[in-house]
């Protein structure tokens, strides 16, 4: 079983890139897509142009699935954290939806949120397996922004299935709080990075090694020189 998903994993890594959007280039194409699903598909957000981008960008850091044959962006996703210095006062998305009394327990400055957590339409009409994959591929660039930024804890807004399908990957977060109305019905989740980890790796070690690069993505150690494509 192990050698069989080693052998997925290394498919999926041969065929689609994770690329940090580094540059304005790169962040448009995410922008794009982010407008074909959240705009044209669902009409979750309006926007003009062919963009859709909100306040948050301003201090998020994002992600691309590249198919490598094509050069398609396929898939993104953003890590927000909370404004420097701030007050965390409205630093985070999940702040807008959630009760107070829950938001004030939280430790915000120690935070960040994954968001906009996307594949491209085009991606829906192959194997559920080939999907969960991109899901994990887009996973793996969550762990090298956490390299790279460091926050101790990620919180997300999810859908109850895409949190169903995450833990069948061995992705557990906890959930905060009672179900909010956002895009549809979502929970607030959260956990400490280093506890998410380990606990992919415990539960799911090949897993662990496709969105860590076998540990060498997602830990708070001391980096040098970190690869922006995976």
């Not at 065929?15 to 044209?40: D, K, M």
């Given at each position: 079983?192990?050698?069989?998903?080693?052998?997925?994993?290394?498919?999926?890594?041969?065929?689609?890139?994770?690329?940090?959007?580094?540059?304005?280039?790169?962040?448009?194409?995410?922008?794009?897509?982010?407008?074909?699903?959240?705009?044209?598909?669902?009409?979750?957000?309006?926007?003009?142009?062919?963009?859709?981008?909100?306040?948050?960008?301003?201090?998020?850091?994002?992600?691309?699935?590249?198919?490598?044959?094509?050069?398609?962006?396929?898939?993104?996703?953003?890590?927000?954290?909370?404004?420097?210095?701030?007050?965390?006062?409205?630093?985070?998305?999940?702040?807008?939806?959630?009760?107070?009394?829950?938001?004030?327990?939280?430790?915000?400055?120690?935070?960040?949120?994954?968001?906009?957590?996307?594949?491209?339409?085009?991606?829906?009409?192959?194997?559920p397996t080939s999907k969960n994959l991109l899901r994990l591929s887009l996973m793996r660039g969550i762990a090298l922004l956490t390299t790279i930024h460091r926050p101790t804890y990620l919180c997300a807004l999810v859908e109850p299935s895409l949190s169903r399908l995450l833990?069948?990957?061995?992705?557990?977060?906890?959930?905060?709080?009672?179900?909010?109305?956002?895009?549809?019905?979502?929970?607030?989740?959260?956990?400490?990075?280093?506890?998410?980890?380990?606990?992919?790796?415990?539960?799911?070690?090949?897993?662990?090694?496709?969105?860590?690069?076998?540990?060498?993505?997602?830990?708070?150690?001391?980096?040098?020189?970190?690869?922006?494509?995976?």
């Amino acid at each position: 079983m192990r050698a069989t998903m080693d052998a997925a994993f290394a498919a999926i890594r041969e065929e689609f890139l994770v690329e940090i959007a580094a540059g304005p280039a790169v962040l448009r194409e995410a922008y794009q897509l982010r407008h074909q699903v959240y705009c044209l598909e669902h009409g979750y957000e309006t926007a003009s142009g062919d963009i859709e981008t909100d306040r948050y960008d301003n201090h998020a850091h994002h992600v691309v699935v590249r198919q490598r044959a094509s050069g398609q962006v396929v898939g993104t996703v953003r890590l927000v954290l909370p404004v420097p210095n701030g007050s965390g006062a409205d630093s985070l998305p999940m702040q807008l939806v959630c009760q107070p009394h829950i938001v004030s327990g939280l430790p915000l400055q120690r935070m960040a949120e994954i968001s906009r957590f996307i594949l491209s339409r085009t991606q829906r009409a192959i194997s559920p397996t080939s999907k969960n994959l991109l899901r994990l591929s887009l996973m793996r660039g969550i762990a090298l922004l956490t390299t790279i930024h460091r926050p101790t804890y990620l919180c997300a807004l999810v859908e109850p299935s895409l949190s169903r399908l995450l833990r069948a990957s061995g992705i557990q977060f906890h959930p905060v709080g009672s179900l909010v109305e956002y895009h549809g019905i979502r929970q607030l989740v959260l956990r400490q990075v280093d506890e998410l980890l380990g606990g992919i790796r415990q539960e799911q070690p090949a897993v662990w090694g496709f969105i860590t690069d076998d540990g060498r993505l997602g830990n708070h150690q001391e980096h040098l020189g970190l690869a922006r494509q995976t």
